[in-house]
């Protein structure tokens, strides 16, 4: 984000005029569209509300903006002979298309966490970048020769790679796999988007965990599908359910994500799985198996997945190693039958032709020497203390405002608000006071929910925060309403 130079000369609201008349000359705001509000740029840029009125002025005077009350500043439609006929309503092509916008919510957290560094972050769902294996990464790429070739990449994925994650999987999760029953993907978010573009139809109903990470993801709208909710208590999903949405609505498709579930940290039991498989078998609905925590049990002991329990082939596995290793990899896969497979690699190639072959070597050589397993080891001693310390910090500081059961695995802390609360309110009020999370109606749930992460914020942030978290639920003005502020639409 550019900032203005306090060390030049050059008064900092010139400097501002001159940096948005260029982002206005290069069309990145085009003709009628509205920019940023006073108070906002301010905010954005560090600087007082009053500088930021004087840049608007002097926009003005030179009639690249015009301003009316209530709606803001606008770029000019008329400046350099551009008329409305000449233009088009970029507006309203924002607002078209099929593939719908992320929630307001996220809009909004994605924003806070761009625009504030220093804000403790319990939002954000991935491991601190402490976490990542950055030296060995590097040690890979500095000292193995990469020999590979540079043109696009057999769109299945990188073969070495997929056959060291069947030796990698039959190990560690007991998955029986073959080079050919994988596809990789850029992370799981690809393979269900694959999914719900190519196995399913708009109508189709199907069935998703209730909360769940699914409910936040606009794709399932965007491909037409009814989604219906299985209520997730702390032993995960009661299979019985699906057996009346099927009778309801002749669901076509079950996706769960049975260990360490996001955002409830919930684990489904060993019999609630069994049954699982025995009802989507009896109905022949596939079931898509979202597994990115598994390998975090902080008992060293991971629960069985469904695919390894799966025995006549209902179950779609997604995995990746964004959750666990290194985000920025974008290495994810999806574990099928041959012709599923094959339908979404011709899918994946009309998209991109296939992921780059570097990421794809690193990551094969980084599971193939063994640093996957290490890295998980080192993850889980990381992630346990890092538990613990939250734990800790909710029951010194807000247990009479939470409660929460500890999770066994993954990166997330689910807390039950006690009172009524209003998820927006507290959200704005915990991002003032410089700490932020994620709200439990993100994923479906009723209000009075939050996800906070454990994994994201560095051990000595974590008491910090939550004593943050401590004075935003202590104000006065946080009874529920069910207006949305203006801040998050």
């Keep these: 984000m550019w900032k203005p130079d306090r060390s030049i000369k050059q008064p900092i609201y010139q400097q501002i005029t001159d940096y948005m008349e260029h982002r206005i000359s290069f069309g990145e705001f085009p003709p009628g569209s509205v920019l940023p509000s006073e108070r906002k740029l301010a905010d954005l840029l560090g600087v007082n509300r009053s500088t930021i009125v004087q840049a608007y002025e002097e926009l003005r005077a030179s009639g690249l903006v015009e301003s009316a009350k209530g709606s803001g500043t606008r770029v000019s439609m008329h400046k350099w002979g551009i008329t409305p006929k000449q233009t088009p309503n970029w507006k309203q092509y924002a607002e078209g298309g099929t593939f719908l916008p992320n929630l307001p919510f996220i809009r909004r957290i994605r924003e806070e966490l761009r625009n504030r560094e220093s804000i403790i972050d319990f939002a954000s769902g991935e491991l601190s970048p402490d976490l990542f294996p950055n030296a060995i990464i590097r040690d890979l790429l500095q000292n193995k020769p990469f020999q590979e070739h540079l043109g696009y990449e057999d769109p299945q994925g990188f073969s070495p790679l997929r056959s060291s994650l069947v030796s990698f999987l039959e190990q560690h999760l007991h998955i029986h796999a073959t080079d050919s029953s994988i596809l990789i993907t850029s992370g799981s978010q690809q393979s269900l988007f694959l999914i719900t573009q190519c196995l399913l139809s708009p109508g189709d109903a199907v069935a998703i965990e209730d909360p769940s ?154 599971i193939e020497e063994g640093h996957f397993e290490n890295q998980i080891i080192k993850l889980r001693e990381a992630l346990l203390e890092k538990r613990n310390e939250m734990i800790r910090g909710l029951q010194q500081l807000i247990q009479e405002n939470v409660s929460f059961t500890p999770p066994q695995g993954g990166l997330n802390m689910w807390c039950k608000i006690n009172g009524s609360v209003d998820d927006f309110k507290l959200l704005d009020e915990a991002i003032k006071k410089g700490v932020i999370f994620v709200p439990g109606s993100v994923y479906g749930s009723d209000h009075g929910y939050i996800r906070l992460c454990f994994a994201r914020p560095q051990l000595d942030e974590i008491m910090p925060g939550l004593n943050l978290l401590k004075e935003a639920l202590q104000l006065p003005c946080l009874v529920r309403s069910s207006r949305i502020p203006a801040a998050f639409t």
């Design 213 to 366: 990470y699914c409910y936040s993801l606009p794709m399932f709208q965007s491909a037409g599908l009814r989604l219906f909710r299985l209520p997730v208590d702390e032993h995960g999903i009661n299979p019985e359910d699906i057996l009346t949405l099927y009778r309801r609505h002749r669901i076509r498709m079950i996706f769960v994500n049975p260990n360490f579930q996001n955002p409830t940290g919930s684990t489904l039991t060993l019999e609630r799985r069994v049954r699982l498989l025995e009802i989507a078998s009896e109905l022949g609905v596939p079931i898509v198996e979202d597994d990115p925590f598994t390998l975090t049990a902080l008992d060293g002991n991971p629960p069985p997945t469904l695919k390894s329990l799966d025995t006549t082939g209902n179950v779609l596995y997604i995995g990746s190693l964004s959750k666990i290793a290194a985000s920025g990899l974008r290495i994810g896969w999806l574990i099928a039958p041959q012709a599923v497979v094959s339908r979404l690699t011709d899918a994946r190639q009309q998209m991109d032709f296939g992921l780059s072959s570097i990421p794809q070597w690193v990551a094969t050589q980084f």
